[in-house]
Nanobody, 121 residues
Framework: QVQLVESGGGLVQAGGSLRLSCAASGSIFSINDMAWYRQAPGKQRELVATITNGGSTNYVDSVKGRFTISRDNAKNTVYLQMNGLKPEDTAVYYC???????????????WGRGTQVTVSS
């Protein structure tokens, strides 16, 4: 069984910064793509950023130049550095990963429970 646990959310003023972390644990053979999603109240969950096992990244246009996704493969951890935060970034942020469990020849999509980010104006 694999778990993802996010941390680092909180309340910050507009223009401030936060760093989210997401650690994977359990019976992990390998982790492929990792990603951050977010869901604001009354809105659909949206993809924020992705990072491949090799370190290639992609971002939604609204966060380009402000957010940076990175990962530490040795620690099975993905990060999201968020700078220049805006009130519209307020949401619950979820970690997502494609994980191949030990003893399995397929990958499963795993989600964390989310961490709240609130940006005040």
């Amino acid at each position: 069984q694999v778990q993802l646990v996010e941390s680092g959310g909180g309340l910050v003023q507009a223009g401030g910064s936060l760093r989210l972390s997401c650690a994977a644990s359990g019976s992990i053979f390998s982790i492929n793509d990792m990603a951050w999603y977010r869901q604001a109240p009354g809105k659909q969950r949206e993809l924020v950023a992705t990072i491949t096992n090799g370190g290639s990244t992609n971002y939604v246009d609204s966060v380009k130049g402000r957010f940076t996704i990175s990962r530490d493969n040795a620690k099975n951890t993905v990060y999201l550095q968020m700078n220049g935060l805006k009130p519209e970034d307020t949401a619950v942020y979820y970690c997502n990963a494609r994980v191949q469990p030990i003893g399995r020849n397929f990958s499963v999509t795993t989600w964390g429970r989310g961490t709240q980010v609130t940006v005040s104006s």
